[in-house]
């Protein structure tokens, strides 16, 4: 069974999952994602259109990875 991140950190925060909703989006299956910025593992901020049309964009989201907690 695969376990969405976001089920993940509903589990460790002791939220039942029937009470979680569904993210509200207008996106479907092959659109083209929404530009946003993020920090990179060295701090630096990392735009998503900086890499359109270049290479393939992994995103990761390790909830409280590198937390120590």
Do not use: C, E, W
């Amino acid at each position: 069974m695969r376990v969405s991140p976001l089920a993940m950190l509903a589990i460790a925060a002791g939220v039942p999952l029937a009470a979680q909703a569904p993210p509200k989006t207008h996106l479907r299956v092959g659109d083209t994602a929404p530009d946003f910025t993020l920090p990179s593992t060295t701090g630096n901020p990392v735009k998503l259109s900086d890499y359109r049309g270049k290479q393939a964009v992994v995103l990761a989201f390790f909830p409280a990875a590198f937390t120590g907690g």
